[in-house]
């Protein structure tokens, strides 16, 4: 890697942007060969630095705009260009839903060969204080003289040295330096190389991971912290069977739902949607979808700890949630337990794989909701038409599985995609969330 980075030119070179990649970043030509350059829009000139060169490609970041776009803004963090937690800042807020709805139409078009009958609007909230879950990254580096704490940079080798953060939790988000300063207190602070932060309505926490054993000192100085923020703060030595809650003694992080009187407790590792207000628009948009009368039974794969299962069971007459992760299973049988939920029951199963023998495939259902990981859900497809489902929502991570699973379902399967639309669940950055209804007669 040194030696491709000795061969970088020192001079800047001129990109005409004509596109913006799959992840924010703009997309031109120098010499032929194609430029991905972070902090560039279509239709810009930029003077830009070349930081990586490929076979194929190079990677550059701006420098200068030379000609900028009609849609470009003030990006709202001093960090921007620095720092690579976020890809879109200096694109106007509803030019970034314009793009990420072409891209949500183009990935259905080209890969899964299907359009809805109608599109639906973009569900969006607040864009700054939002991610109430994150990794960053930790490093001493004794050059800058502190712990940096943060997002990687955006070409992704180093700790980008940013003060505070205006995407994440403000519990963390105005805190950066601070927990710089308390991971550089350490005796271990060169063994800790990520933190991860989870807020819920109720508090927040932190759980550090560390390479090397605490100090006795090291553990007062967490404790007395934790005491004096108010967040708590949990150890991760090895694996995640070894994380543990250092202080308090007894903590559970939760959110609310009000529209449903719902409550549901997680721990800080536990998957949960980032942005607290998109993911009560997206619930709300999936209960409208799948219309609901009472008399249903519904079917909530990849269900997490009971995101969907939860309201849809104060909407239908019997639900089933299942999910590949015991931890997340056992989380959301709490949660029934907690909200007094007799009529919700959950399973464990590893929907990539032959799920068949299982008991709840042949129950028979009304209505199927899927929110799978990143890579789809089409290994669990053929159940889902089998399972007699007139209508399927799927809430999707990843526009282009959306789209392969939306082909299958359409022509091998005999469903109508009825409606899609994005919803916006990390603002200023390239990721695409959306949701579609499939119907069959």
């Known amino acids: 890697m040194s030696r491709r980075r000795r061969k970088l030119p020192s001079e800047p070179v001129l990109v005409e942007i004509t596109d913006l990649a799959h992840d924010g970043r703009g997309v031109g030509r120098v010499d032929g060969k194609a430029v991905f350059v972070h902090g560039a829009l279509p239709g810009e000139t930029v003077s830009a630095r070349l930081i990586d060169r490929a076979r194929k490609h190079d990677e550059a970041l701006t420098e200068q705009v030379l000609s900028p776009s009609p849609e470009r803004v003030e990006p709202g963090c001093p960090w921007f260009d620095r720092c690579g937690g976020c890809a879109l800042q200096h694109l106007d807020p509803a030019a970034q839903l314009k793009w990420k709805h072409k891209r949500l139409v183009d990935n259905l078009e080209r890969i899964g060969n299907v359009s809805p009958q109608r599109w639906d609007a973009p569900l969006a909230a607040a864009p700054w204080q939002y991610r109430r879950r994150a990794r960053l990254s930790a490093r001493k580096v004794p050059a800058k003289g502190r712990v940096l704490v943060g997002f990687r940079e955006p070409q992704g080798r180093y700790v980008a040295d940013i003060e505070h953060c205006r995407v994440l939790h403000p519990d963390f988000g105005e805190r950066l330096l601070e927990l710089s300063a308390l991971l550089d207190s350490l005796t271990v ?253």
């Open 189 to 441: 602070a060169a063994a800790v190389p990520q933190i991860e932060t989870a807020s819920g309505d109720n508090g927040s926490a932190i759980v550090i991971r560390h390479l090397e054993a605490l100090s006795s000192d090291d553990v007062m100085r967490l404790r007395d912290w934790s005491e004096s923020q108010g967040i708590a703060v949990y150890l991760q030595a090895k694996g995640p069977d070894t994380v543990y809650c250092l202080h308090p003694e007894a903590h559970q992080l939760e959110y609310r739902l009000p529209a449903f009187d719902l409550t549901l407790r997680f721990h800080p590792q536990h998957f949960v949607q980032v942005n607290a207000s998109v993911n009560q628009l997206l619930i709300d948009r999936a209960l409208d979808l799948l219309a609901l009368d009472g008399s249903e039974r519904v079917l909530d794969l990849f269900c997490g700890l009971g995101n969907f299962s939860l309201p849809l069971a104060r909407r239908a007459a019997q639900v089933t949630g299942v999910e590949g992760a015991p931890e997340l299973i056992e989380a959301a049988r709490d949660n029934a337990r907690h909200n007094k939920l007799d009529n919700v029951d959950f399973a464990v199963a590893d929907l990539t794989a032959d799920v068949s023998a299982q008991p709840w495939v042949r129950a028979g259902f009304d209505a199927v909701l899927i929110d799978p990981p990143r890579s789809g859900a089409e290994e669990i497809l053929p159940l889902v038409a089998a399972s007699g489902a007139r209508r399927v929502v799927y809430v999707s991570c990843n526009p282009a599985t959306l789209a392969r699973d939306a082909g299958i379902l359409v022509r091998e399967h005999g469903y109508t995609l009825v409606s899609a639309g994005i919803a916006d669940m990390f603002p200023h950055t390239a990721h695409v969330e959306s949701i579609a209804l499939f119907e069959r007669p």
